[in-house]
């Protein structure tokens, strides 16, 4: 009814154009552009024509938002009516770090009111780094009857309470998946709150909860839910627990274990293995917590198949995962600490010759006088192992510019490149220059690069590198690098494709951030913290570009004229209304 | 690692904020006392210097707060680097002199402080187990806030913006680590910081990796090795021993054989002894023949360099005790 409706307005006053256009009824158009479900393709078909861009507001059912202060839930619920799926993400990425005040903003309440009036068949909301309180969870499971799918990740502000009240409430819920926020856990009660009538989920993930949960209300629930394919478990969760789970629920694609590490007997362990191996449409593996080496055999028929492996909780040496990854040929995407030093990542490149991701985090980030950990050579081996590498998170603590050129030179498909050399500033461990001619190479022969991140001592040097070759750059990071103003000027007159630009402690000062005048509004966002920008310099941003929002985060006891923090953004909604005491909207 | 050299920016710090100047990460700890705190007058942190290493002697609960110390003295730290205490000295400074437990923790900024007397070292462990147990119990310098953070069972964001290296404006107030630490750096979500902090005090003993040692039995052709670390009790090891071992001395089994688990603690060695005239024994750090079971299991790993298993009758000058034990038994 409303696509005809819409048909008709248009084509009364526009009959004779109406027969110079294509005989191209409205129908068919909406519904070819149904089918569309790239956001970026959408938006570019949005601004083809007038008609078109109608077509697509009317057929578009889910949105995303990369942040949340660039529109207004009143302007989304305009443009689009028809939605029934949100992803919002909110604060900036280093609140991660702990760099953003506790009561920043990103809120969703505001949205969900909105959409309570707006969409009242919404199913799904996906929000990232936002603030969700537990009464906004509440009002979210009673105003949405047909409620689907909730996926949490990084947000912070509400307690298991929330998440008992929307167990308790949605009736239709297929997906729960909750992932490192900063929850209150106030205990595993949460879980017995679906009615034992409820069959429907097929996702729960509650792995980053610590609390205990009602097993025998677990097993029940996974036992009459029929659809389910992934279950993450918690830490308190046991292997034989786990094991009475999987024998109801061999469906599993993928599967986050407990805690990985009782005393079993030999006839558990045999039970154990077996159930695991009855599982075969597995995929993907995580969790494992405090594994235990004799164990890993049990999980050998599943990896076979794996895909994904998720080993970053589990503290493995060398030997054990080599073990282990000879019976993944499959891999894909492997996760690991970096516990398994730099002969477990040789074994990574033994092993896995389809590996396209790798990520290494450190089990030990704060303590310096370690001096175990990966390497420079781990790195290189996986790399002569894996040529289709493209996605790689490196936590070390020495790294090489031959090393790096080496890297790049068998994986030169990379589009993500996150390198951290966990101590500032520090140069080529062997040549002590800096780390410009690594961060040189990754640009010069890596074409698809996407995501940068870079570390280790950098002069302006590595920034004209980045400048001049990084053409698809969309992501940078930069922390404790650079030497002056020009190094940001480069990134900013080169990197055309630029979308989100983080910085940290680095001399960038106002010149710097002028630099970027017109980039903004064709950027996500930019964000500046410990630089050398000033009060002055942002409100010569915020005068000369109106469509910008620039705000400027003020420490205790830091001088009036500095801008510690700033966050610039584009937006449409205008400045926010929302923003603490501690935070300036120029 | 040499010192970053291009930092030079954070020089106009005489205006910034504490947090950008401890940013700067020296990496030699000589000169993280001259690069942090600018806030400070220079002069008077090299005095407070010297008075901290000032040994002095006070009434209980009398304080002399014309003196003031740095927390953790500068002659502490060359002995007890590896308590994590900070080398350069901190904002929240305190009065020196003895007092008593309510004076600590009413201290002139409202903080845990701590008694500071001859017995420096010792007192100041004491002191530290009020405000960071798993640093001083561990001996180890491994405490970042994050660290304190992941002790808590649930845990919200930790508190923003704040100076790691400022036990004051940290609310779980817990010994900084002997190095500057940069907040957010590095760049690790706040769970995973959490979690690997609790597992790595869990497993502090395995991090070493793992300790083989030598076994020898008397009469065997040859010898096997063990991984100490991969046993946890007296139990364990003599089982794993016995399996290894059984095909030497199927010979010698006695009447009651060798299965008689009286789930007794380390009464398996004495079945050993009792059934097949053999005592497990163990060469230690001086290069002593001890019997194994005497100390605790932490104890034994720590100092156990061979293992040897030897024919009752030899045992006998070695382990009077155990004989003693042997003949209560019978």
């Known amino acids: 009814m409303e696509p005809s409706e819409l048909k008709r307005s248009k084509d009364s006053p526009n009959s004779d154009e109406s027969t110079r256009r294509s005989s191209f009824p409205d129908e068919v158009l909406e519904r070819v552009l149904s089918l569309l479900k790239s956001h970026r393709d959408r938006s570019s078909v949005s601004l083809v024509c ?155 993930n509650f792995a980053n909860l610590s609390s205990d949960i009602n097993f025998d209300a677990l097993e029940r629930l996974v036992g009459r839910c029929k659809s389910m394919r992934v279950l993450k478990l918690n830490r308190s969760v046991s292997l034989e627990q786990l094991q009475r789970l999987l024998v109801n629920a061999p469906q599993l694609a993928e599967l986050g274990t407990g805690s990985f590490s009782e005393e079993l007997t030999f006839r558990q362990y045999v039970e154990l293995e077996s159930a695991l191996s009855n599982c075969k449409n597995m995929h993907t593996l995580s969790g494992l917590w405090d594994a235990k080496g004799i164990y890993l055999p049990a999980l050998y028929p599943v990896c076979t198949h794996l ?67 990966v390497t420079e050579a781990g790195f290189v081996a996986v790399s002569f192992g894996c040529p289709r590498l493209h996605y790689v998170l490196y936590f070390c603590r020495q790294m090489t510019n031959a090393a790096v050129a080496t890297i790049v030179q068998n994986c030169p498909d990379f589009t993500h490149f996150r390198l951290c050399i966990m101590n500032p500033g520090q140069p080529d461990y062997i040549t002590n220059e800096p780390m410009d001619e690594a961060f040189g190479a990754v640009v010069k022969t890596c074409t698809k690069l996407q995501r940068l991140s870079v570390s280790g001592r950098l002069t302006d040097l590595t920034f004209e590198y980045i400048g001049r070759y990084a053409k698809n750059l969309e992501t940078l990071s930069v922390a404790f690098a650079g030497s002056s103003d020009w190094g940001m000027q480069c990134v900013m007159g080169g990197c055309s494709k630029l979308r989100k630009l983080e910085i940290r402690d680095c001399p960038f000062g106002n010149a710097a951030l002028l630099s970027g005048l017109e980039k903004y509004e064709s950027m996500r966002s930019l964000w500046m913290s410990a630089c050398n920008v000033t009060m002055n310099g942002c409100r010569l941003l915020a005068r000369e570009m109106p469509r910008l929002n620039v705000e400027v985060m003020k420490e205790d006891g830091s001088d009036d004229s500095q801008a510690d923090k700033v966050y610039v953004y584009r937006s449409i909604a205008g400045p926010r209304r929302d923003a603490p005491p501690s935070v300036l909207t120029l | 690692m040499s010192t970053p050299l291009e930092h030079d920016y954070i020089g106009l710090s005489e205006t910034s904020s504490v947090e950008r100047s401890s940013d700067k990460i020296p990496s030699s700890s000589s000169s993280s006392s001259s690069s942090t705190h600018p806030n400070e007058d220079k002069t008077t942190r090299t005095s407070l210097n010297l008075k901290g290493t000032e040994l002095r002697l006070g009434l209980p609960g009398s304080q002399s707060p014309e003196r003031k110390v740095s927390l953790f003295c500068k002659d502490l730290e060359s002995n007890e680097r590896s308590n994590g205490f900070a080398v350069s000295p901190l904002k929240n400074l305190m009065s020196g002199a003895k007092r008593g437990f309510s004076d600590a923790i009413d201290g002139p900024n409202g903080k845990w402080v701590f008694p500071m007397n001859g017995k420096c070292d010792v007192e100041l462990a004491k002191g530290a187990i009020l405000a960071s147990p798993r640093a001083v119990l561990e001996g180890k310098n491994k405490l970042p806030s994050g660290r304190e953070v992941g002790g808590l ?38 769970f995973r910081k959490n979690t690997m902090a609790s597992n790595s005090a869990k497993n502090s003993e395995d991090a070493a990796g793992c300790l083989y040692v030598k076994v020898s039995m008397d009469g065997a052709p040859y010898l096997r090795k063990v991984d100490l670390k991969t046993y946890k009790t007296y139990k364990e090891i003599s089982s794993a021993l016995e399996k290894m071992f059984t095909c030497f001395t199927l010979g010698h089994c006695s009447s009651n054989g060798l299965a008689v688990r009286d789930g007794l603690s380390e009464s398996r060695l004495m079945d050993l002894l009792h059934g097949s005239e053999y005592v497990l024994t163990y060469e230690d750090k001086d290069g002593d023949w001890m019997l194994v079971g005497d100390v605790p299991w932490e104890m034994f790993i720590d100092t156990c360099k061979r293992l040897r298993i030897v024919k009752g009758s030899e045992a006998i000058g070695l382990a009077p005790r155990a004989m003693e034990k042997c003949k209560n038994q019978s």
């Open chain 1, 50 to 204: 007038k008609d078109w861009y109608n077509a697509e507001r009317w057929s578009r059912t889910h949105v995303f938002i990369g942040n949340c202060y660039s529109v207004s839930p009143e302007i989304v619920a305009r443009r689009f009516p028809k939605i029934r799926s949100v992803t919002l993400k909110g604060k900036p990425r280093f609140s991660d770090f702990n760099l953003v005040p506790e009561n920043w903003g990103a809120d969703i309440h505001a949205w969900l009111v909105v959409f309570a009036a707006k969409y009242p068949f919404l199913e799904e909301l996906r929000l990232k780094r936002m603030a969700i309180s537990d009464e906004s969870l509440e009002f979210l499971a009673v105003s949405f009857p047909n409620f689907k799918a909730l996926s949490l990740l990084s947000c912070d502000g509400f307690s298991t309470n929330g998440l008992a009240a929307i167990a308790t409430h949605c009736k239709n819920l297929t997906e729960l998946d909750i992932q490192e926020n900063g929850i209150d856990d106030k205990g595993g009660s949460w879980l017995s709150c679906f009615p034992e009538s409820f069959t429907s989920l097929e996702v729960l």
């Open chain 1, 307 to 373: 895909t994904f492996l998720n080993l970053s909780y589990a503290a493995l040496r060398s030997d054990e995962l080599a073990k282990l990854l000879a019976h993944c040929p499959r891999l894909k995407r492997l996760w690991v600490l970096d516990t398994v030093e730099d002969k477990g990542l040789e074994a990574v490149g033994l092993n896995c010759p389809l590996l396209e991701e790798l990520r290494v985090f450190p089990a030990d980030p704060f303590d310096e006088e370690i001096i175990h950990g």
């Open chain 2, 153 to 190: 069972p649930q845990s919200p964001k930790p508190v923003q913006d704040k100076n790691i290296l400022v036990p004051s404006a940290n609310e779980h107030s817990n010994a900084p680590a002997s190095k500057a630490q940069v907040v957010g750096w590095p760049p690790i979500r706040s």
